[in-house]
Every structure is written in C-alpha cells, then in structure tokens.
C-alpha cells in the first residue's frame, strides 16, 4: 500500500528539479500524477518513463490552467491534490531590477499559484476534500540580497497559502507551504543547464559557499523536498493546514559562526 494509493495530483513544474522528484515520489506511492511544465520534451518524457500523463502549462496563464483540470478530469475522473511548485528565480539589485523582470517573477510565482488554487480547489471538494502544497521559500521568512522579487513573491505565496487554509478548510481542503532553502537543482545551480560547465566544479563550489552559512554543512537536495511534499499531501499530516513547512538544513535557525562548532 503506498501513501498516495488512489489519489490524483497536479504537479506543476514537473520535468525537472523538485517537480521531478514529487513526480518520481507519488508515482511510487500509487499516485495517479497529471505532470505539468513549458519544458514539453521533458515532461513527456517523464510522464512516458512513470506511466502518467503531462499536459503544457504556463502557469500564468487562466487558458492554460483551465486546459489541465479538464485534461486531470478526462484521464483520471477527478482531482484530490495539487502541488504548486512552478517557479523561477532572477538574481538582481532591488534598484536595478526592470519592471518587466519583476513583474514576471511575480507572474510566475505568485499569480501562478493563485491561479492554481482557484482552478483547482473546485475541484477537489468536489472529489471530497484533500490537499494543496505551495512551493514558497526559505526567503519566504526571510531576505536574501538581489532576490528582491523572488523574496515579495515568495513573502505572498506564503499568504496566500494561509488565507486559502482558512478559507477552504469547511471544503476539505487542506493548504500548506513548502519552503525550502538552498536546493541542487537549475534554479540555484544554472550550471546544471550549461553542457560546457563541469559538474563536479560546479557541486564543490556550492559546497563550499553553503558549507558556511547552513548548519547542516551542505545543500538541500530535490527528493528531500518532495518527501516532505509528499508528508503534506498524505493522511501523515492530517490535521496541519496553513503552516510553512521549512527544509533548509538550520539556515533559518542561524548562520553557525566562524571558528564556533558548526562553523567554517
């Protein structure tokens, strides 16, 4: 028996990173999984590889998202979940950022996930309640210089998720927020995208810059955040709703001091 059997979850931001990884998890633990990206070859490929089904969607789109609940309906009958895990991250000044930069972050980030919630939350109380995790940040409780419009989107998805709780609780509903730290995926290591860049050079320089801000001594690593996408969305966290769920390895806790035990 596994955690997820017989349940039906929107996964978006699927082909890659985290949304992989929370594909790959509630695959295996008898979810019935509708993969959703831009990256088309990718996340057909993947859906192909895990036996489910991928859909296109830009998050930011009302088209788009109104596109995957009838495609999640025609295959598999009904929605019970829905992880919001799309995003993207632009490293800038606050005073340098574009408006146009700022305003697609946001797009993204934080319109998309409310796009997400509304097209969905129908959905799942029609189908007798269930879940809804939002990928917010560690930069969600906290700044981090030239992130200015990754940290207000952030900040708002994390808002978001604690209205919806109150809100779609009498539906069923649960809603919940991961927000991870600094995790070895695209995002944070663009690296991974250069097919000219070496691997193991990119992993030690991470390695040494969060070797000194993160107690832990490392980064996070993708199928970290999808156990605890999967912890959200299964009966395990039955009676948590509107809560930030943090997996950042201590970094919100403290930054460890050189020369002190757990310093570098």
């Known amino acids: 028996m596994g955690r ?20 790959r998890l509630f695959t295996a633990e008898g979810a019935r999984v509708l993969l959703t990206d831009v990256l088309d070859d990718r996340g057909e490929a993947l859906a192909g590889e895990l036996g489910q089904r991928y859909v296109r ?11 995957a609940v009838a495609r999640a309906k025609e295959a598999y009958g009904r929605i019970d979940g829905l992880v919001n895990n799309a995003g993207i991250l632009r490293f800038n000044a606050l005073v340098d950022t574009p408006l146009e ?18 097209a969905v939350a129908p959905e799942i109380a029609a189908a007798g309640g ?37 809100e779609l609780a009498p539906r069923g509903i649960r809603v919940n927020a991961l927000c991870p730290g600094a995790v070895d995926t695209p995002m944070s290591n ?7 860049a070496d691997p193991e050079e990119a992993a030690r320089a991470l390695a040494g810059l969060y070797r000194g801000l993160v107690p832990l001594g490392r980064i996070g690593r993708p199928e970290e955040v999808a156990r605890a996408a999967l912890f959200l969305t299964s009966e395990d966290s039955s009676y948590l709703t509107g ?15 050189p020369g002190q035990p757990g310093g570098s």
């Open 190 to 196: 663009p690296a991974l995208l250069d097919p000219d």
């Open 243 to 257: 809560q930030p769920l943090v997996i950042d390895g201590g970094w919100l806790a403290g930054v460890p001091f």
């Open 4 to 23: 997820l059997d017989g349940r039906v979850v929107v996964i978006t931001g699927a082909a890659r990173g985290q949304g992989e990884q929370e594909a």
């Open 101 to 118: 930069e700022f305003q697609e972050v946001v797009r993204v980030n934080q319109v998309g996930c409310f796009l997400g919630i509304r």
């Open 57 to 67: 969607l830009d998050v930011g789109r009302e088209d788009d998202w109104a596109a």
């Open 130 to 166: 269930g879940t809804i995790v939002n990928t917010a940040s560690y930069t969600a409780l906290a700044g981090i210089a030239a992130t200015g419009a990754y940290t207000a989107a952030k900040h708002a998805v994390l808002g978001l998720t604690r209205v919806a709780a109150i």
